[in-house]
C-alpha cells in the first residue's frame, strides 16, 4: 500500500516509484501534483482564488461521537481554486489552526496552530487531513494579551473546566501573489463545529454574517489579508481578550478590549462615541460633558497605533436622522448640545449586521441574529454606550447562555441641564430616558408613578430595528 504523502516529502515522483516498488496501486495514494499557479499576474489576469472547506471533523471519544478533554480533534478538509481544480499546500502560505469554545462564550481552548504544512496529510482524492497535536485541555486559556483589567465579569473563564457545549475549530490558509509589482493575497477561512461532553446540545452561534459585512464591505478581509470570516474572528476575539499594549507603540493601550462584541461595536460608532466625544457619567449619576476625549485607538501588530475616532456607520438613517432629543436637551450648552446630536447619529440600524442583508433577496440572515436582541449584555450595549456607568453587576459565573451582563443589571447614566445633569430615572435597565418616553409616561402616568420601557425589551421585529435594541436617549 502507498504511504500517505505530507506535504514536507518534496520528491513526489521518487515516492510513486518506490511504492511501486512496495507492490502498491497508485490509484490508492495521493493524485499526482497539479502545477503550481504563476505568482505574477498581469492586470487582464483573474486570481484563482482559495477555497477551504472542512468535510468532516472527528476524534470524539465519548459513545455519541461528543468530545471530552484529552481527545484530538481531527479535521479533513479540501483547499481548492475557484475552477474546482486543487492547490497543492507548499503553494500557500500564513496557515493556522485554532479551538475555541464554547459558543455562548467564547475562550481560547487550543491556540492557533501553523504547523499545517508538517502534519497535514494528503489522501487518494486529493484532500487533506488534519490533526492537532494537543489534545483538547481541561480548562480554558488565557484570551490573548490577558491582564487584570478583565475577568469573570466580562465572561472571562481562564483556568477554569472546560464547559460541556458546542465549540469551533478554525482553519485558514492564504495564497500571496503579485500584480504588476504590488503584492496580494487570496484567503481562505472554513470552521467547523462539534460538542463537548455527552449532555452538550449542538448549538452553533451566528449572530452577524458574511452577506451582511458585504453590504459594506464587498469583499472583507482582516489581519493583513490571512482571514475573510466572522466565523473565524469569534475564535481569537474571545471574552476577556484585550489590545497588544506596547508602550512603544503610542505610548501602549492599556485596558482596550478586543472582546469581538465589544470591538466590532465600537469600530463602527467611532466618531459617535461618548467617550470619543469627551462625555461621561460621574459616579453620582450626573452627566459630564467636559470629560477629556479619548481616541479609539488600536495596536496593530507592525508597530504602528491606527485611530478609529473618525469612523462612521454610513448606513441610513445614522448620518442623516438622529434620533430624538434626550429629556432636557433644549437647556444644555451649546457645546453639551453638539456632542449629544452626535451621538444621537450613531449606530442604530441594528439589522444591517444581525438581520436579513438584502430584505426580499435570496440571502439569509443570520441564523442566531435575533439573540442580539433576546440576549442583550452590557458588553455590548456599553460598547456604544460608553458613557453609562454600571453601578450592579451580578456575580454569576458565566457557565450558561445568560452570561451575567445584561442591561437589567443597572445602568445610571442620565441627561439634563448643563453640563452637568442631576435628573434620574427609575428605570431599571439603562436609565437614560429619551424625551418620547418622557411625552408617553406623561401622557399615560396616574399621579403617583410612571413607567419607562426598559431598552431591553423591544421587539426585534421593529421596522427600524435602530429603536428596537439601542437604548432609548
Known amino acids: 500500500m502507498k504511504p500517505a504523502r505530507t506535504l514536507l516529502q518534496?520528491?513526489?515522483?521518487l515516492l510513486l516509484s518506490c511504492a511501486g516498488c512496495g507492490g502498491g496501486s497508485s490509484e490508492s495514494g495521493p493524485p499526482p501534483d497539479p502545477?503550481?499557479?504563476?505568482?505574477?499576474?498581469?492586470p487582464s489576469d483573474d486570481a484563482p482564488g482559495v477555497v477551504l472547506s472542512i468535510d468532516s471533523l472527528s476524534g470524539g471519544s465519548n459513545s455519541d461521537g461528543s468530545f471530552r478533554s484529552g481527545?484530538?480533534?481531527t479535521l479533513h478538509f479540501r483547499v481548492e481554486k475557484r475552477d474546482g481544480t486543487r492547490w497543492n499546500l507548499h503553494e500557500l502560505s500564513a496557515p493556522g489552526a485554532i479551538v475555541s469554545g464554547p459558543s455562548f462564550n467564547y475562550q481560547r481552548v487550543i491556540a492557533e496552530q501553523t504547523d499545517l504544512a508538517e502534519r497535514a496529510v494528503e489522501q487518494s482524492d486529493g484532500s487533506w487531513v488534519y490533526t492537532?497535536?494537543?489534545p483538547l485541555p481541561a480548562a480554558y486559556l488565557a484570551p490573548l494579551n490577558d491582564s487584570s483589567s478583565f475577568g469573570a465579569l466580562e465572561g472571562e473563564l481562564t483556568g477554569?473546566?472546560?464547559l460541556s457545549g458546542t465549540y469551533s475549530a478554525g482553519l485558514a490558509l492564504a495564497w500571496d501573489y503579485s500584480v504588476a509589482g504590488k503584492p496580494f493575497r487570496e484567503a481562505g477561512n472554513a470552521s467547523a463545529d462539534f460538542r463537548l461532553g455527552a449532555s452538550a446540545v449542538f448549538a452553533p452561534r451566528a449572530l452577524v454574517g458574511e452577506s451582511n459585512c458585504a453590504r459594506c464591505h464587498v469583499s472583507l478581509r482582516y489581519h493583513d489579508g490571512r482571514f475573510s470570516s466572522v466565523a473565524l474572528c469569534l475564535l481569537c476575539h474571545t471574552s476577556g481578550a484585550e489590545d497588544t499594549n506596547d508602550p512603544l507603540i503610542g505610548g501602549g493601550t492599556p485596558g482596550v478590549s478586543i472582546d469581538f462584541r465589544v470591538l466590532m461595536h465600537k469600530l463602527?460608532?467611532?466618531?459617535?462615541?461618548?467617550?470619543?466625544?469627551?462625555?461621561?457619567?460621574?459616579?453620582?449619576?450626573t452627566r459630564d460633558y467636559l470629560a477629556t476625549p479619548a481616541a479609539l485607538e488600536y495596536a496593530r501588530p507592525d508597530g504602528t497605533l491606527v485611530d478609529f475616532s473618525h469612523v462612521g456607520f454610513p448606513v441610513w438613517p445614522n448620518r442623516t436622522l438622529p434620533t430624538l432629543k434626550d429629556f432636557g436637551w433644549s437647556a444644555l450648552t451649546p457645546q453639551a448640545q453638539a456632542q449629544e446630536d452626535l451621538i444621537r447619529t450613531g449606530v442604530t440600524d441594528c439589522a444591517s449586521c444581525h438581520g436579513d442583508?438584502?430584505?426580499?433577496?435570496p440571502l439569509e440572515a443570520p441564523a442566531q441574529g435575533a439573540v442580539a436582541y433576546t440576549e442583550p449584555s452590557l458588553r455590548a450595549c456599553g460598547s456604544c454606550h460608553d458613557d453609562i456607568v454600571p453601578t450592579t453587576r451580578s456575580a454569576r459565573p458565566a457557565t450558561s447562555p445568560s452570561i451575567p451582563t445584561g442591561p437589567a443589571a443597572g445602568c445610571t447614566s442620565t441627561a439634563g441641564t448643563g453640563t452637568r445633569s442631576s435628573i434620574r430615572s427609575s428605570t431599571p435597565?439603562?436609565?437614560?430616558?429619551?424625551?418620547?418616553?418622557e411625552r408617553r409616561a406623561a401622557a399615560t402616568a396616574t399621579a403617583t408613578s410612571t413607567r419607562a420601557r426598559s431598552c431591553s425589551s423591544r421587539s426585534p421585529s421593529r421596522t427600524i430595528p435602530a429603536r428596537a435594541c439601542r437604548p432609548a436617549r
Open 10 to 13: 518534496v520528491l513526489p515522483s
Open 35 to 42: 502545477p503550481d499557479e504563476p505568482t505574477q499576474l498581469l
Open 71 to 73: 481527545d484530538r480533534v
Open 132 to 134: 492537532f497535536a494537543d
Open 160 to 162: 477554569d473546566p472546560l
Open 268 to 285: 463602527h460608532n467611532g466618531r459617535h462615541q461618548p467617550s470619543v466625544l469627551g462625555v461621561t457619567t460621574l459616579s453620582d449619576g
Open 357 to 361: 442583508p438584502d430584505g426580499a433577496g
Open 429 to 437: 435597565g439603562c436609565t437614560r430616558r429619551s424625551q418620547r418616553s
